[in-house]
């Protein structure tokens, strides 16, 4: 958290300079109480417009997006650190789901019949009321339309608690969203402390609550969220594996693992964690992996060049090389990186480690940074058993030449997510969601969309 000494601020600090870009003040308890009220009574008004005008708001946010593309891609780099380059596949990638969920979003909330013996019986979904979305830093502008979508698209409107470091960048979607025609009180950006959050699930106004954050955090929400009787969905911490078994393309397997974990410096919950390959190809997959992993152009994320950009804080940093201390006196072997970089901002050397256990910190907990643990498996099966082996259950990547085996091998891994000779994604057209300590519920597609309704039933006879 980069919240100021006095506690009444929070702070946008650039990660690769070290210094504080812009303060931000936290909501009183008086403007927390007029933010509920103006998202209550905007819920009223905002359900009874119609699915086909809410889908025109969202083609308009779209285009609004697309429009400030390089403003605000330059200030989620400056916020958090990601590469410009990244920044601004996050903003088009947002903007894709508005419209994909502008496009579909009528049909998803159409009436489903169920045949039965009266005249008319049929499901509707219906909108729930306010929703408090609770948001990380590490896509700031993905995340909050990933939820908000389709939560304005099913006739909810949002209460958004985002991360103190990314203020700046939820400022700009609330002007975005006001200038596609949103009305006022559908979409309010609360700078809330965390103290207050507990008191604003509570409140009878608010429906329902979406987390993405740490199991830790969504432990708390939860609990929270059952006393009062209201849904919760959780995006939770992950762990995922990627599965290298020796009749994969090893080229095309080592480009991915790659880009699986250190995209966004690492600090993604679906990254590749722990690799887990297979023994006849793990020596190989392994000098070729870390060659590439130290090869990342690193420095200003403003510079088209950079591929590895610093880490959000420093307290992060200060986790994730105190695990990789840990892991290293514990027996593993460093591959590559395992430094600080040198200079001002928050730089983390792309780390791999091999020789690795399941009880070191570097694979039974979760790493969010640039750090790979290479874990060695007998077979195929060692491998599912490995896999499974965590308390995390996001995504796995499975990388094969045998396509019967590999949709076999899907079936028994213990996660939200399988994805075969590929990467990993969030894509607007598939539910993503984790299992386990990786939370539960769902987000993005008709899935994504149903959770944040009142699936109503009703009986005519």
Not at 305 to 325: H, I, K
Not at 396 to 405: C, F, N
Request: hydrophobic share 50%.
């Amino acid at each position: 958290m980069q919240v100021s000494a006095d506690n009444n601020i929070s702070l946008s600090i650039n990660p690769a300079t070290g210094e504080t870009i812009s303060t931000w003040p936290l909501a009183d308890q008086a403007q927390i109480e007029q933010a509920l009220t103006g998202a209550h009574r905007a819920a009223a008004l905002w359900r009874q417009l119609g699915a086909t005008r809410r889908a025109d708001i969202l083609r308009a946010t779209a285009a609004q997006l697309r429009a400030s593309k390089a403003r605000l891609a330059r200030c989620i780099t400056l916020e958090m650190g990601k590469p410009l380059t990244e920044a601004e596949a996050e903003v088009e990638k947002s903007a894709w789901n508005c419209e994909y969920v502008a496009e579909h979003g009528p049909a998803w909330l159409a009436d489903e019949n169920v045949p039965t013996q009266v005249r008319s019986s049929y499901l509707a979904p219906r909108p729930l009321g306010v929703v408090l979305s609770i948001l990380p830093w590490n896509f700031p502008v993905w995340q909050i339309f990933r939820c908000a979508a389709s939560a304005l698209m099913a006739g909810n409107t949002i209460l958004l608690k985002h991360a103190p470091n990314v203020q700046g960048c939820a400022a700009i979607v609330v002007e975005l969203l006001e200038a596609a025609g949103l009305p006022p009180g559908t979409f309010i950006n609360l700078n809330a402390p965390v103290a207050a959050v507990a008191g604003i699930i509570a409140d009878r106004r608010v429906a329902a609550v979406t987390l993405t954050g740490s199991p830790a955090a969504g432990a708390k929400v939860a609990a929270q969220a059952g006393a009062a009787c209201k849904k919760s969905v959780l995006e939770l911490g992950g762990s995922d594996a990627f599965i290298v078994l020796a009749d994969a393309d090893l080229d095309a397997a080592i480009a991915a693992g790659v880009r699986a974990l250190f995209t966004n410096c690492g600090q993604v919950c679906l990254a590749a964690k722990r690799f887990i390959v297979e023994a006849g190809v793990a020596e190989e997959f392994t000098s070729r992996f870390a060659a590439a992993a130290a090869a990342l152009r690193r420095g200003d994320p403003l510079q088209s060049t950079t591929q590895l950009g610093p880490m959000a804080r420093a307290d992060l940093r200060d986790s994730l090389e105190a695990q990789v201390t840990a892991s290293l006196q514990a027996g593993a072997k460093l591959i590559t990186g395992g430094h600080r970089g040198e200079g001002p901002g928050w730089y983390y050397e792309p780390t791999v480690l091999s020789n690795v256990t399941d009880t070191m910190p570097a694979v039974a907990q979760e790493t969010f940074g640039p750090v790979a643990a290479i874990l060695t498996a007998r077979d195929a099966n060692d491998a599912i058993i490995m896999a499974n082996d965590s308390a995390f259950g996001l995504s796995a990547m499975l990388w094969t030449g045998d396509l019967d085996r590999a949709r076999a091998m899907a079936g028994a891994l213990e996660v939200g997510s399988v994805f075969i000779n590929s990467v990993t994604a969030s894509d607007p057209r598939i539910p993503v969601g984790g299992v386990k300590l990786s939370g539960y519920g769902r987000e993005l597609g008709r899935t994504g969309m149903l959770e944040l309704c009142n699936l109503q039933t009703v009986w005519i006879a």
